[in-house]
């Protein structure tokens, strides 16, 4: 038959939101009185949000987020967090992506920092932009191993062709002067051209301090903070526990 042809020819060009469309609305009574404009129109619409999907698909599993279920629309606005909604929702328009500023949020062990980052990126990626989150242990020895296999230079362009992306964990351990220094290459190549976000246990003013002073301390801070929006946030109790459903043992008057 003919329509099996058109099936295999869909097939074969790789149109296969189309080829879907075209089997589940050719059999809906509710299009056979749909004109073929009507109808062209909703099969390209179809093959159009296939390819979509399968974008936002790649963009997420290329972001390597360790919790792929973090979303802006899950965020707990209680009090005691510390977090403003209103900020929080202006973030979520993207516009600091668009005009490459970036995002530094700052608080206690379990105060939600990281699911707040990858929230952030979640919201990024289904806006079409390109996102990669790593820690910044996991960074430090990454470079580590590209400068020792000669791939320092690609890693590099390949950190900064992102158009978002999340450091979190900054600040947990003391960095060697060359791990400083590759801090500074990375921000740079970032700056004007990419929006980076930024989680760390650090008040944003004790940074200069823990990369040592002097110039590439300022280095850093001119390309990371000065353009950048901030959250801090508190935690009475573990974001972690509660998620686990762990509750913190009040201790006895005996």
Known sequence: MLIEQTYDKLSQMKLFGM????KDR???PSHQDLS???????IVDDEWLY????????RLKGAKFKERDACLEGLD??????MKKTQVLELAQNRWITAHQNILITG???????????????????????TYYVRVPKLMYAFIQARADGSYSLFL????????????????????????????????DRYGTGSTLVTSQLPVKAWHEYLGGGRIAD???????????RLTLNAQESMRKEKTGLKTEEPSDA
């Open 219 to 229: 280095a850093f801070l001119e390309r990371i903070v000065h353009n950048a929006h």
């Open 108 to 130: 206690p062990a379990g105060a939600g920092k990281s699911y707040l980052a990858q929230a952030f990126g979640n919201n990024a990626c289904r806006q079409g932009n390109s």
């Open 51 to 58: 390819r979509e999907n399968r974008k936002l698909t790649t």
């Open 157 to 188: 362009k390949k950190l900064a062709k992102y158009k978002v992306l999340i450091l979190d964990d900054f600040g947990l351990a003391p960095l060697s002067e060359t791990e400083k220094q590759d801090l500074v290459e990375l921000a740079e």
């Open 36 to 42: 073929f404009t009507d109808l062209l129109g909703l």
């Open 19 to 22: 080829l879907g469309a075209v």
């Open 77 to 82: 606005y209680r009090a005691s967090r510390g």
């Open 26 to 28: 050719l059999s809906n």
